[in-house]
């Protein structure tokens, strides 16, 4: 349902605050009312860089829901989705893996998407590939491996499997869409959009890529801020120290994917840092975790997702994931 004027405007507000309050805290020179430790300005650097990597693919991304809400009719969506479920997961994957979308911007899209009619399974598929194996995170994970191919083509093949497995094992234990009921009610209330002129619904696409951008927004400023603090205060070195098995190591840095939040453009690189440090199949681990649920993602899933869907999926990604790895584990 779209928001009221005010509520935007107060929206708009807090966000405009927040901007400012961050910008003096990072910039300003005269800024001495109290004395903060280090810590606190590193955290709050890391916030910011996060908040400025995701928010240009959070934009496109509500842009795309938007597209998608005023311009494709059901109708439409049914003929390009196969009727067989597997099919159906196998398509989703597919698209979604050519589908140059982040964790953050692949959110809003598939809620539209499964709003539309897409089956959740479908919509899943689309949203575990999407950001884990397109082609520029195939290429980054390429560079930061010192062009070597080996990752890339074991985070594609080994992704496409995983995302492959979770969208079948949903398609078993959910048979609705498990929006929640303010989401579906917001895609009745715009039906008519299709009988609108070509303006009209241009102008209705940027105010519902409005409305998602303030729905999304705040759930990617408080993961983004959890992020920051973990990468500041939870000591790397305690982590390493715990990670001194092959299982371990997998626990280790499938969990650090999920705290620290990397845009999936960017997180090869921090993975290749580890290299020297953990074994190559807890790296791969970390690489196809991360992109499928981290913490801000989390967030942005439980505001359109049903609470039980939300955590009943990052179950089954956080089993599948770790009994693929650990698999391709015992063959190296």
């Known amino acids: ?120 399974y479908a919509g899943i598929g689309f949203l575990l590939t999407g950001p884990l194996i397109n082609p520029i995170v195939i290429f980054s994970t390429y560079m930061a491996f010192g062009n070597d191919f080996e990752m890339a083509l074991l985070r594609m093949g080994a992704g496409f499997v995983i995302a492959l497995l979770i969208g079948i094992i949903i398609s078993f234990l959910f048979q609705t869409n498990q929006l929640q009921s303010h989401v579906t009610t917001g895609a009745i209330c715009h039906a008519h959009s299709t009988n609108s002129s070509f303006l009209e619904k241009a102008g209705k696409t940027l105010l519902h890529a409005v409305d998602e951008f303030f729905d999304m927004g705040k759930y990617l400023i408080i993961g983004a801020f959890l992020a920051s603090f973990v990468q500041v205060y939870v000591s790397t070195n305690m982590l390493v120290s715990i990670g001194d098995g092959h299982v371990t190591s997998l626990i280790v840095m499938m969990g650090l994917a999920y705290l620290l939040s990397l845009c999936s453009e960017a997180d090869a690189f921090i993975g290749a840092s580890f290299s020297n440090v953990f074994p190559k199949s807890s790296i791969l681990g970390f690489l196809i975790y991360g992109p499928m649920i981290d913490l801000k993602n989390t967030l942005m899933m439980l505001s359109v997702f049903r609470t039980k869907f939300v955590f009943t999926f990052v179950g089954i990604v956080t089993f599948t994931v770790f009994i693929v790895i650990s698999l391709l584990q015992g063959f190296n």
């Open 1 to 120: 349902m779209r928001k009221s004027f005010p509520s935007l405007i107060i929206d708009s507000a807090i966000l405009l605050l927040f901007a400012i309050v961050a910008y003096v805290f990072s910039f300003s020179d005269n800024f001495s009312i109290m004395e903060l430790p280090d810590s606190f300005y590193h955290m709050n650097t890391i916030f910011l860089s996060i908040l400025i990597e995701a928010l240009p693919f959070i934009l496109i991304g509500v842009l795309i829901a938007g597209f998608i809400q005023i311009f494709i009719t059901e109708d439409q969506l049914k003929k390009w989705i196969p009727k067989n479920k597997y099919a159906a997961v196998f398509m989703s994957c597919v698209v979604g893996g050519l589908f140059p979308a982040c964790e953050c911007g692949i959110v809003p899209i598939v809620k539209r998407l499964i709003a539309k009619g897409v089956p959740i």
